[in-house]
């Protein structure tokens, strides 16, 4: 008589049929379909994602950023080019990043080369922000030590007054980025720490993706 474990039935959960995890070879498609799931389901920031970049000494530093669009042709942020995670993508333009949707019990990673988007794109996205993170853009030296928050409340003020009801254009030190991975990881959380994992992967953006599932 075959002995049955009290776990089996979870067990067998974990290998259950549920959402194909690749259907196609394109890693953008799914991951267009993901956010729509994680927009439909997180209470806030769907698009946080956690980015990782690598001082001079090669130590990584990581903080949370907003995905503003994602394509075939790669995954963009925009920041102060004159911060920290700036300054380091400046040395080597080279990040990676994740997103991680609790409530789907899903996240992405990915990694690989990144380079400014072009003028016209980082002007647009600067116009559709509020006035006030417009302001904010000029005042915050970003990363920079500052002696107080009332320095920077009189930096805001300051910078305010100068622009007044006028236009407020994109400052020179504020651009975005397109990240062109290299690889993108999708990962699915499992019972019994048994979660699905597939990663594709490409040597540039003009090598067509590969991909193949890994143990959890």
């Not at 509020?130 to 853009?137: K, L, N, Q």
Request: glycine residues 6%; contains cysteine; hydrophobic residues 45%.
């Amino acid at each position: 008589m075959t002995e049955t474990l009290p776990f089996a039935p979870a067990l067998d959960a974990a290998f259950r049929p549920g959402e194909p995890l690749v259907e196609q070879d394109d890693p953008f498609a799914l991951f267009a379909r993901w956010m729509a799931l994680a927009e439909a389901s997180e209470p806030e920031d769907a698009n946080a994602m956690a980015l990782a970049t690598v001082d001079a000494e090669g130590l990584p530093n990581v903080r949370m950023v907003l995905l503003k669009s994602a394509g075939p042709e790669g995954f963009v942020f925009f920041t102060n080019t004159g911060s920290q995670k700036g300054r380091e993508l400046a040395a080597g333009m080279r990040c990676a990043a994740v997103l991680h949707w609790k409530s789907l019990r899903r996240q992405v990673r990915f990694r690989g080369p990144a380079a400014f988007v072009d003028e016209a794109e980082a002007d647009a996205y600067f116009a559709s922000r509020s006035r006030e993170s417009r302001i904010g853009a000029w005042a915050s030296r970003q990363s920079r030590p500052i002696p107080d928050r009332a320095a920077l409340a009189q930096a805001v003020a300051e910078t305010a007054a100068r622009f007044g009801d006028g236009p407020i254009p994109r400052p020179p030190h504020w651009a975005g980025y397109r990240v062109a991975p290299t690889t993108i990881e999708f990962w699915i959380n499992k019972p019994f720490r048994l979660h699905d994992r597939v990663v594709f992967r490409r040597a540039d953006a003009a090598t067509p993706w590969t991909h193949e599932r890994l143990s959890p």
